[in-house]
Antibody
Framework: QVQLVQSGAEMKKPGASVKVSCKAS????????IHWVRQAPGQGLEWMGR????????NYAQRFQGRVTMTGDTSITTAYMELNTLKSDDTAVYYC??????????WGQGTLVTVSS | QSALTQPASVSGSPGQSITISCTGTSSDVGAYNYVSWYQQHPGKAPEVMIYGVSNRPSGVSNRFSGSKSGITASLTISGLQAEDEADYYCNSYTSKGTWVFGGGTKLTVL
């Protein structure tokens, strides 16, 4: 069965970086894009970007360009999202989701990242 | 990329039908048949209910249906049930190869 299991909650100070992992299992990791979506407390879903695990190709939302890096390690079927220069409004739950037919068909459980001094 | 436009809230009584609209532009909703809809219960991850404008994943009730006309997509839920009470988000592929979500709609079952 398809599963995406994310790393645990993180607490960071402003200006720091965070790296969230998304371990995929139950399918061919290189066969599907992985997207990252975040949700600030009480707010809606926001698309951050996606990675093609087959070749590492990425496409980021303009507002995160220069601050986000998405990578994948095919040897351990894990995708990563690193966000730099954290601000308080980066406090959110971060989700990874598998892209099938241009939709997120399976989602990770979410990782809460709290940015506070 | 601006968010797609959804009503903030809709409501309906059990057994009734409701429709949630999702308005985009000619660069996203109007350009591609890649509109999807997600249901999210509090504290849970989103779950896809519709993909490719009108396709239902296996296991999703046929009470959920999707359509599109021009730059506006719609999600209809018929035979409302208490368990349908949740937040709903539309999503579209864009001409830049990115995704964009709607602001979300809170569905209340009266």
């Amino acid at each position: 069965q398809v599963q995406l299991v994310q790393s645990g909650a993180e607490m960071k100070k402003p200006g720091a970086s965070v790296k969230v992992s998304c371990k995929a299992s139950g399918y061919t990791f290189t066969g599907y894009y992985i997207h990252w979506v975040r949700q600030a407390p009480g707010q809606g879903l926001e698309w951050m970007g996606r990675i093609d695990p087959k070749n590492g190709g990425t496409n980021y939302a303009q507002r995160f360009q220069g601050r986000v890096t998405m990578t994948g390690d095919t040897s351990i079927t894990t995708a990563y999202m690193e966000l730099n220069t954290l601000k308080s409004d980066d406090t959110a739950v971060y989700y990874c989701t598998r892209d099938r037919a241009v939709a997120g068909d399976f989602w990770g459980q979410g990782t809460l990242v709290t940015v506070s001094s | 990329q601006s968010a797609l436009t959804q009503p903030a809230s809709v409501s309906g009584s059990p057994g009734q039908s409701i429709t949630i609209s999702c308005t985009g532009t000619s660069s996203d909703v109007g350009a591609y048949n890649y509109v999807s809809w997600y249901q999210q219960h509090p504290g849970k991850a989103p779950e896809v209910m519709i993909y490719g404008v009108s396709n239902r994943p296996s296991g999703v009730s046929n009470r959920f249906s999707g359509s599109k006309s021009g730059i506006t997509a719609s999600l209809t839920i018929s035979g409302l049930q208490a368990e349908d009470e949740a937040d709903y988000y539309c999503n579209s592929y864009t001409s830049k190869g990115t995704w964009v979500f709607g602001g979300g709609t809170k569905l209340t079952v009266l």
